[in-house]
């Protein structure tokens, strides 16, 4: 997915998402040492580093970003499954239970006719 902005000064921003290092896992922010996070991210000097244009400071807060999140997030394995990660069991069950109304009704559709 990219993103595309325009900002009034600096013309387009790209805020393309790169996470195909993290194929087959997922990252476990449940187990995620923020405080660490807050504590490196406040240790720079972003006034020193945000030089240039608007791009060059968002690539640059990005790849901070990336490492910390390497640093400080566990990974876990990502499962296969029907289920999917935001899904939660409740909602699963209203789902299945959807379908099985659904199958009901193209039942008694090709009994009736």
């Keep these: 997915m990219v993103l595309m902005i325009t900002t009034c000064c600096s013309g387009p921003v790209n805020l393309a998402s790169e996470h195909s290092e993290y194929a087959g896992e997922c990252l476990d922010y449940s187990k995620a040492d923020f405080d660490g996070i807050r504590s490196q991210l406040r240790d720079n000097d972003w006034d020193y580093k945000f030089t240039g244009t608007v791009q060059n400071s968002w690539d640059i807060f990005k790849a901070k970003l990336h490492e910390l999140e390497r640093r400080y997030v566990s990974k876990k394995q990502a499962t296969l499954g029907k289920r999917k990660k935001w899904m939660t ?10 379908i099985g109304y659904l199958g009901n009704i193209r039942m008694s559709v090709t009994l009736h006719m």
Excluded: H, N, W, Y
Aim: charged share 50%; glycine share 0%; net charge positive.
């Design 89 to 98: 069991r409740k909602a699963m069950k209203l789902v299945e239970k959807s």
